[in-house]
C-alpha cells in the first residue's frame, strides 16, 4: 500500500515562482482578459509550436469544439465514435446536430474508417474522429472519404497536443482541429483550448463567436458565446510550453517501462509503437485492456485491487458516449461492437512527467501478481 494516492494523471505546473512573477505584470496593466498581451503571445508561441496555419485560443477545449461546428454552419448528421470523452458528442448534439455513431478498429481504437461509407446519406455533413489517446486517425482514409462525398472534417485531437505525422502537425489535419488544455491534459493553461484550421474566414468567424459575436463595438454578426482565454489561463501556457518536451520524454519512457511489463502476459493488451506510422506521439495515455477468460480477473477487479492499494486508476472510455443516461433510447450500441468491448475491458493507468518508475513497477507487480 503507497502512502500517498496516485492518480491516474497530475497536473503539470511550472515553477511556482515563475508564475507569480510573470503575473506581476497583470498587477500594473490591470488587463485580465479581452485577447489580451499574453493571450496574442501564447497564440504566437503555440502557431509556431505546433506548425498550424491559424489557431485561436478558448476558454476551454470544449467551447472550441462547440464553437468550430457552430462555425461551419453544419446541418444534419455528423459521423463521430463513442470511444471518446463526453464532450465529442454534446458538441454536436448542443449544435442540433445529430451524431451517427461509427465503430473504432481494434488497432488503435480510433474510428474504422472501413465503415463510414456505409453510414453516409443525404444529411450527412462532417465527420468528427478523435485522435483518441493520442493515437491518430487514419487520416488519408478519412481525406479520401471527405473528398469523395464533399464533408468537412474536424478532428477532436484534444489528447493530441504536440504530435506530428509524416513530419506535420496534427493541427494541420482536416479543415479544423480542436484541442483541450485542460489540467488533466498534456499541456494545459489551468483550463482551455483551441482550433486550429488553414481556412482564415473560419477563424475570423471564430474570433467573433467566443466574444459574442461582436465585429466591432457596434456590429454584433453572429450569435456568439463568451469562450476568450483569459491572461491567467495564457500566462500559465507560456510557463508550461517551456517544459513540454521534457514532459514527453519523461512520459515516454515510463510508456516503455509499462509495455516492458505487461506484454506477453495473458489476457492483457498494451498497444505498441506504431512502427509502420511516422508518428511523434506524446505519451500521454496508458490504456490496458483486460480480458478477463484469459486473465483471470475482470477490468472491475483489477482496478478494485489497486484501489486498496492506493492506486487510481480510470475507466476512460467508459461508458460510451452513446449509452448515457441523457440519449437514452436514441442510439444502439450493438451497432458500435468494438467499441463497446473496449469499453468493458479498459484501464488506463496512471501517467504523467513526475510518476516514479518505482510505482509504474509497484503498479505493474499487483497486476501481474493477480494473473499468478
Ligand atoms: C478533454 C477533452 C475534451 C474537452 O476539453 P475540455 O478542455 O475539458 O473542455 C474534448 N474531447 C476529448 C476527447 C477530451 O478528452
Redesign the pocket.
Known sequence: MLDKPIYVTKASLPPFDEYVEALKALWDTGILTNMGKYHTELEKKLDEFLGVHFISL?V??????ELVLQAMNLTGEVITTPY?????TH?IVRNHLKPVFCDINEKNYTIDVSKIERLINDKTSAILP?H?YGNICEIEEIDRIAQKYDLKVIY?A??AFGEKINGQGVGTLGDAS?F???A??AFNTI???AVTTKDFLLLESLYQLKNFGFRNEVTVNGVGANAKMNEFQAIMGLCNLKYFADGVLKRKSLVEHYRQRLRNIPGLVVLEEEKDRQIESNYSYFPLVIYEKEFGFTRNEIKEKLNANNIFPRR?FYPLTNSFKCYENEFDIAETPIALKISKRVLTLPLYAELEHEVVDTICDIIVNLHK
Open positions: 478558448f476551454n477545449g470544449h467551447m472550441s469544439l471518446t470523452f463526453a464532450s465529442t458538441a478523435v483518441v477532436d484534444a489528447h480542436i483541450s488544455f485542460h488533466t491534459k483550463e482551455g483550448g476512460y
